[in-house]
């Protein structure tokens, strides 16, 4: 299994950007998908989460300002992200479990897969 995270990149203060992250493998039927993030020097942290039910979990931080949603059909999930700010800036991870998740939607103990990571950089 593999998940290709893409649609990162550099926007002003205030911008937006819309990540994409696709799963790809035969064997792939989780029923949730996620985003973390990674600032440098940083623990890695939740960002958001959404189930095959349209169920969606956000971080305090990023409430009211990022929107997830996935196409479980597709084994695709989304990130749009709107009123950025520069302590966004991070590498951001899409994950999954490998069909349900062993903990809580906010550890990413409870995540199997990971994406390879797509930089988002907000400059102020």
């Known amino acids: 299994v593999q998940l290709q995270a893409s649609g990162g990149g550099l926007v002003q203060a205030g911008g937006s950007l819309r990540l994409s992250c696709a799963a790809s493998?035969?064997?792939?039927?989780?029923?949730?998908m996620g985003w973390s993030r990674q600032a440098p020097g940083r623990e890695r942290e939740f960002v958001a989460a959404?189930?095959?039910?349209?169920?969606?979990y956000y971080a305090d931080s990023v409430k009211a300002r990022f929107t997830i949603s996935g196409d479980f059909a597709k084994n695709t999930v989304y990130l749009q992200m709107n009123s950025l700010k520069p302590e966004d800036t991070a590498v951001y991870y899409c994950?999954?479990?490998?069909?349900?998740?062993?903990?809580?939607?906010?550890?990413?103990?409870?995540?199997?897969?990971w994406g390879q990571g797509t930089q988002v950089t907000v400059s102020s």
């Open positions: 493998g035969s064997i792939f039927s989780s029923r949730i």
């Open positions: 959404t189930g095959s039910s349209g169920s969606t």
């Open positions: 994950a999954a479990p490998r069909r349900f998740l062993s903990g809580s939607v906010y550890l990413k103990s409870s995540y199997d897969y």
